[in-house]
């Protein structure tokens, strides 16, 4: 637990908790919102934000992403967090002025009005709907399209996506009502024949077979209610540990959903904010049995594009780059006494250190998650066999795991090359 003041009333809150995660169970309010409890931190809103003295130095951060620390102090509502908040209610207003919620949020800061021009939209643009579709129920069928006031989330091309399952959580978190893709796959699904109108729980992954007897009228149907009934909210967030366990092979390499990415090769997994990082089953392959591994000391601090630790495997060495700034705090003591545990689970108990990121939603932002991270990988194993066919005499299949001994059958050119066209940063 961490000891930490907010408003000047010390409260504690376990380690890696969010500023505001902290604030709302110890009953203090920090307005919010794109934040939710069951989705990726995306601190897009700034409503949450909070001035934070660490140090004797006071910064501006957003609640959502800032991890409590000890004995740090902080504001909620001073008069500049007021000004901001007014500001960030006037421009919402501006660009959703007919948004009864919006309307009532900006009133309980005491705006009435805007300054600003009047747009026509009912989307506020908090990202909760493509956040669940991409993370939760792993469909990606919506994503964020144009710039400015044309920003909004869509399918590709504006046309019906054959991704969306119809689970309906896109328009159950949505704040004011602007997502409305349920509605329109409804209609869709109805001109189906009867065979193809797969109830939606199917579509989930809930059941295995179920043909919607009901025209797709869900809140007529036992089924539906009794999900709702046990779910306590919407049904899809009860998938949400089984589908980050799940995970998938790219050509010959494993790809974990419950990780992110970066060109480097290092995975990356959110844990109480920070991130926990290791090797991915790319690098795993590439040098087989990891026989020996030099890490940077504890707390010190670690540049983007410089080395965050050099593993040797089959007598050939790769240095491993973060592309963000930050401190280990913490190093897997297992993997300090037996190095071949990093090869022979790289993504459980071969992880490799706990990092403490400078700023933890840049950082987010940088790496592959997701359908990125699958045609990221695709492009890799490509090049990879591309480069393997050009430059040495092995017959690889690009369907089955590389040999075991792969780095040793390599000479220091063509490593050389795997290096830097697989892990040094670009530009090096």
Known sequence: MVSLFIDGQKIQAKDGTSILEAALEAGIHIPHLCYNKDLETYGGCRLCMVEVTENGFTRLQPSCAFPVKKDIE?????????????????????????????RNLAASFGVEGTRFTKGHSDCILCGQCVRVCRDVVKAQAIDFTGRG????????????SEDCVGCGSCTYVCPTGAMKMEHENV???RRLPGPLRKCRYMRMGFI??????????????EVDQKMEDLA?????????????AEREKIAQFELRFDRMYNEGHIWAKKINGYFRLGIDDFTRQLLGQIEEIQMP??????????????????GKTLHMYTLFEGKPIH???????????????????????????????????????????????????????????????????????????FAGLLDRDVWRKIEQDFFEPKGA
């Open 74 to 102: 902080v504001k909620t509502n001073t008069d500049r967090l007021i000004r901001g908040r007014k500001l960030i209610a006037e421009l919402l207003l501006s660009r959703c002025p007919d948004v009864d919620f919006v």
């Open 149 to 160: 006031r044309d920003r909004y989330p869509k399918t590709p091309f504006d046309m019906p």
């Open 187 to 189: 209609l869709r699904w």
């Open 208 to 221: 295995p077979h179920k043909v919607c007897p009901n025209n797709y009228e869900c809140w007529n149907c």
């Open 232 to 244: 306590a909210t919407h049904p899809v967030f009860m998938l949400k540990q089984t589908r980050e």
């Open 297 to 314: 000391k504890p707390n010190s601090i670690i540049r983007s594009g410089e080395p965050i630790w050099i593993i040797t495997g089959n």
């Open 331 to 405: 190093m897997n003591p297992d993997i300090l006494d037996k190095p071949p545990l990093i090869g022979m689970d790289p993504y459980d108990r071969g992880w490799i250190l706990t990092f403490e990121p400078t700023d933890l939603l840049h950082a987010a932002k940088g790496l592959f998650k997701g359908r990125s991270a699958k045609e990221w990988l695709k492009n890799v194993a490509d090049r990879l066999h591309a480069l393997i066919e050009g430059n040495t005499n092995l017959n690889l299949s690009p369907q089955r795991p590389l040999p075991h001994d």
